[in-house]
């Protein structure tokens, strides 16, 4: 799942247009912004609130979220960007025990 601001919309499509139809994407921002062409991919923050049951339409698998692909401690849940010093951004990998 990728999770991002509806500003950097254009940096997203650019991300999933190589990407796999199974990648989900939670918008932050402005919902009217959301790209059409992602739209059946796509679940906006405020609806993950009002409706608990979006999250489960966006899986392939509408009885199981999780499906076959349960997560350990170890494995990666977030990419955090960076910029350093340098001002040149970089990449943290955080798993799911550092997020805890």
Not at 83 to 88: A, I, P
Request: hydrophobic fraction near 40%.
């Amino acid at each position: 799942m990728l999770i991002t601001h509806l500003d950097k919309a254009h940096v997203a499509e650019d991300a999933l247009y190589e990407s796999s139809d199974k990648c989900r994407v939670l918008w932050i921002g402005d919902p009217d912004l959301i790209p059409q062409n992602l739209t059946s991919k796509s679940v906006h923050w405020k609806t993950v609130f009002s409706n608990s049951g979006e999250i489960t339409e966006l899986s392939e698998n509408k009885h199981d979220v999780l499906g076959d692909n349960r997560c350990i401690d170890l494995d990666l849940a977030a990419l955090v960007y960076i910029s350093g010093l340098t001002g040149v951004p970089k990449g943290v990998m955080s798993s799911h025990r550092n997020m805890i």
